[in-house]
Every structure is written in C-alpha cells, then in structure tokens.
C-alpha cells in the first residue's frame, strides 16, 4: 500500500530534551516537506527536501533541523524543544515539486512540550 | 506573498442541506489549486484539484470552480452526508520554478464542518 508513515503518532515530552519524529515514504518520491497544523493558521511549512541530500527551509523552520539521506527518509529532529513548538506535525511527499502534484500526507504526530 | 483565506467556521448542517465554503486566494501568477479533507484523527487528503483558470475539480460529489477573475475556487456539495463531516482546507500551490515556494502548499486556516442527522 502506498503511503506516508510517521513515528511516533504522539510525544509527550520537556523542555530541552532533543528528539527525532520519523517520516518515510514507500512511493519513491522525490520531493517531501513537513508542516506543522495550529489552530486557527492552517498548516505551514518547515521544511522542504527537492531530493536526497538537498533540503531548504520553509517558513517556521525555527527551531527544527532536517536531513534527506534515503530518497525515503525525511525525518524531522528539535534538539532543544521549547513549549510553543507544541503542535500537530504532518510529513507530505509528491512525486516531485511541481505546482500540479497531489502531496501525499502521513497520519500526523501530535506533540505536547512541557 | 502567496495567502489563502476560507470563510470562517464552524459549519453546521442538517443531512442533505447545500455546502458551500468560501475561498479566496492571493498569489502570484496562475497557481493550481486545491481542497484537502481531514477526517477525524487522520492526515489530511486530496478532495479535488484544478491547475488552471475555469477548471472544475470533483470527487464524492463535491466540486470546486477556479475562478480567476474573483480569484476563488469554492467548494460545494448539493445534499452533505454525516460520513462528510470534517476539516476542509483550500490551499495552493505555484506553477514556476524557483525560489522557496516551489512545491509548497500554502493553506487556509481549515473550516470544520459538522452534519447532524
């Protein structure tokens, strides 16, 4: 089945504690993205991969770092996570960057920054 | 730079009544735009899509018309089920090549709907 899977679905943690949300794709996709959902702003982006080992900010990426080693694997790391990166985050992937792509995106992973 | 503004929510219906839910966009040049749904506790999904002006996206009934001189792309549905209740999100995404918008969705704030039996 073709898909987006994310890990974990939810993550408790404190602050300053570094951790790692994972995010792959099985439809060898080139390009990928992650966006974070808040109430009331929709969804924006993180950041972006156009392929392996070329990764561009979106724009919050304050506070997050990415990499694209695996044309598969995009996972997204806060290393010193702050109480208002509190948020619904979501990885999407297309099968490249053009404007008419249908983005394909993972189930979601809430996390809570205490 | 690029933005897109739905009607504001919630919207609550009664089974079988008309949906329509506003949306306007901003961009530069002719983006393609679209309507993701979020399902309960679920990512979101593709709805429908249109990738130039007077192209009427549908799926499952609803439908969406881009329309470049109001620069809206509405979303509307004739008789809305219990099963369609959810978050809607109008989004776009630009044609050209270059710089650090290409590729990315730039998205409405979502209305929820709700339909009751």
């Known amino acids: 089945e073709a898909q987006v899977t994310q890990n974990p679905r939810y993550l408790i943690t404190v602050t300053g504690k570094k951790l790692t949300v994972t995010c792959s794709q099985n439809?060898?996709?080139?390009?990928m993205s992650w966006y974070r959902q808040d109430p009331g702003l929709g969804l924006r982006q993180i950041y972006y991969?156009?392929?392996?080992?070329?990764?561009d900010k979106g724009d919050v990426p304050e506070g997050y770092k990415v990499s694209r080693k695996e044309k598969r694997n995009f996972p997204l790391i806060l290393e010193s996570p702050s109480p208002n990166q509190t948020s619904l985050y979501f990885c999407?992937?297309?099968?490249?960057?053009?404007?008419?792509?249908?983005?394909?995106f993972g189930p979601g992973t809430r996390l809570l920054v205490l | 730079g690029d933005s897109v503004t739905q009607m504001e929510g919630p919207v609550t219906l009664s089974e079988e009544a008309f949906l329509t839910i506003n949306c306007t966009y901003t961009?530069?040049?002719?983006?393609?735009l679209f309507w993701y749904v979020q399902y309960p506790g679920e990512g979101l999904q593709l709805l429908l899509k249109?990738?130039?002006?007077?192209d009427k996206g549908s799926n499952k009934g609803f439908e969406a018309t881009y329309r470049k001189e109001t620069t809206s792309f509405h979303l509307e549905k004739g008789s809305v089920q219990v099963s369609d209740s959810a978050v809607y999100f109008c989004?776009?995404?630009?044609?050209?090549?270059?710089?650090?918008?290409?590729?990315?969705?730039?998205f409405g704030q979502g209305t929820i709907l709700t339909v009751h039996p």
């Open positions: 991969s156009m392929n392996v080992e070329a990764t």
């Open positions: 989004a776009l995404s630009p044609l050209w090549a270059g710089g650090t918008s290409y590729g990315k969705l730039t």
């Open positions: 999407a992937s297309s099968p490249s960057a053009g404007g008419r792509e249908t983005q394909y």
């Open positions: 249109a990738t130039k002006a007077d």
């Open positions: 439809m060898n996709h080139e390009y």
């Open positions: 961009a530069t040049g002719y983006p393609s």
